[in-house]
């Protein structure tokens, strides 16, 4: 048994509503196939079709305030609720509070002391490196939890070698940002094919897609929109070459954003769990999920034969 954890940032189950909400109106092909043509909204949850389970999970928590990055991320890695702990909601950057949440037991600690194997997929520019090490940029929740586990981030030559995807899927950014024109430009659907097969040499395996939650904040439907159909082209790849026996595919959020483009942002809505797989294994794991902190708990659960 395998999970791979496919991470949105800021993408919740919002009104079915074109007007504000990309993900009721762009053309997501894949996703509508695996939903029996429903779409990733408000409504939609609970439902299981042949090949996938949605369920919708609280993210407020209880907690007075918008929910954010940092306190959200932490949640869905220690099974803890964060934000109670610290005394709120908080992002987007880890606090001092945060990052001992993480260093103290966090997924990818968890699994590896379970003798299991766990990986980060995402890569990381030469810059990003040097702005770490300078004190300029800090470690966002989730690849402060994988440094904190003994995990390497991955850098450009683990993206040259294929063992690694860039943020955005396609490496396109950086060779259109970043100026790195040795990137491998992948397509979205390629590169979905790629994350099952890395994925399939793990027990674990996460990646983290931060765009989305960009895109909420930047209110444009068309780039949205643009940007779903990236994310639907790569599940598309994924699904296809994902085993269906072996593991479980979990996409899920920390907050909602992107799925209300009349605020600029963070929304109270509940966040979808996508999951993918044999019936008998998500049927297990989506009856356990309510909120953030039950994702952790359950994904140890199902690598553990539970």
Known sequence: MRVLFLFLDGVGLGPDDPA?????????????????GRRLVAGSAPLETARASLVSLDACLGVEGMPQSASGQAALLTGLNVPALIGGHYGPWPSRAIVDLL?????FRTIRQMGRRADFLNAYPPAYFAAIQSGRRLYSAIPQAAVSAGLALKTADDLLAGRAL???FTGRAW????????TPLLTPRAAGERMA???????FTFFEYWLSDYAGHGRNMADACALLATVDAM???LAAAWDDDAGLILLTSDHGNMEDLSTRGHTTNPVPALLIGAPEHRRRMAAALRSLPDVAPAIVRALAGG
């Open 20 to 36: 504000i909400n990309p993900l009721a109106r762009a053309e997501t092909p894949n996703l509508s196939h695996l939903l029996d």
């Open 166 to 168: 860039s943020a955005d």
């Open 103 to 107: 260093a103290n037991g966090n997924l």
């Open 175 to 182: 060779h259109e940002r970043l100026g790195l024109a040795d």
């Open 197 to 203: 097969a890395l994925a399939a040499e793990n027990d």
């Open 235 to 237: 599940l598309g790849g």
